[in-house]
């Protein structure tokens, strides 16, 4: 089975300093870990994703996201936040190992909420 | 430019009444899925398809049902709409390989009063 957990219902942050968004993650393989974000009244977009290889990943808007397998974390980084940042962000996972199960599970999601 | 719609974007029924909410999607995906999204659950995997004819249930797949008679279209229908069905619905598609995004529609907001 594969779960994911994002501890932090909302995140505060202010304009211009960096913001953290966790996830952590369990699956019996490797993991496939994306980002999405929504706003208001909208579908989800994909921010960026983990697959293989380099642990730190880049991904639209100038978000990035650490892979940390020893601490089963996916963390959502970005080095300077802005208002339009605002919205709803949720980690999702894919067991690589799991070759009958292509949807994907996400967390509960976080509302990063980016002060002027 | 590719995209995944879906129809209508609100909808009010009454308890009992069956109701069918369209996704369409122009990726040429052949993996499609209807999500729920409630507050504090994030979102829950309803329905899939990993193709034409093929349908699977998701973890909350009671009172919901769908068909894939075509690689573009699967709708959902609620055989019989209750009051805890009332949520966000979204639908979502995917490229072939387990680590392709998923592609997500605006969402329909559905009242079961």
């Known amino acids: 089975a594969q779960s994911v957990a994002q501890p932090e219902d909302q995140v505060n942050v202010a304009e211009g300093n960096p913001l953290t968004v966790k996830c952590t993650y369990s699956v019996s393989g490797n993991p496939y870990l994306f980002w999405y974000v929504q706003y208001p009244n909208r579908g989800l977009q994909f921010l960026l994703k983990y697959i293989t290889g380099d642990n730190l990943v880049k991904g639209s808007y100038g978000f990035e996201a650490e892979f940390n397998k020893s601490q089963t974390s996916f963390h959502l980084k970005k080095p300077s936040a802005l208002v339009s940042d605002s919205a709803l962000y949720f980690c999702?996972?894919?067991?690589?190992?799991?070759?009958?199960?292509?949807?994907?599970?996400f967390g509960s999601g976080t509302r990063l909420q980016v002060q002027p | 430019d590719a995209e995944i719609t879906q129809s209508p974007r609100h909808k009010i029924t009454e308890t009992g009444r069956q109701v069918t909410l369209a996704c369409h999607q122009t990726?040429?995906?052949?993996?499609m899925f209807w999500y729920r999204q409630d507050l504090g659950h994030g979102l829950r995997l309803i329905h899939y398809s990993y193709g034409v004819h093929d349908t699977n249930k998701g973890e909350v797949s009671d009172g919901y049902s769908v068909s894939r008679s075509n690689t573009e279209d699967l709708p959902l229908t609620l055989e019989s709409a209750a009051s805890s069905q009332t949520s966000v619905y979204f639908c979502?598609?995917?490229?072939?390989?387990?680590?392709?995004?998923?592609?997500f529609g605006p969402g329909t907001r559905l009242t079961v009063t």
């Open positions: 999702a996972v894919r067991d690589g190992m799991d070759t009958g199960r292509r949807a994907l599970t």
């Open positions: 979502a598609s995917s490229g072939p390989s387990r680590w392709h995004e998923q592609y």
């Open positions: 990726w040429n995906h052949n993996n």
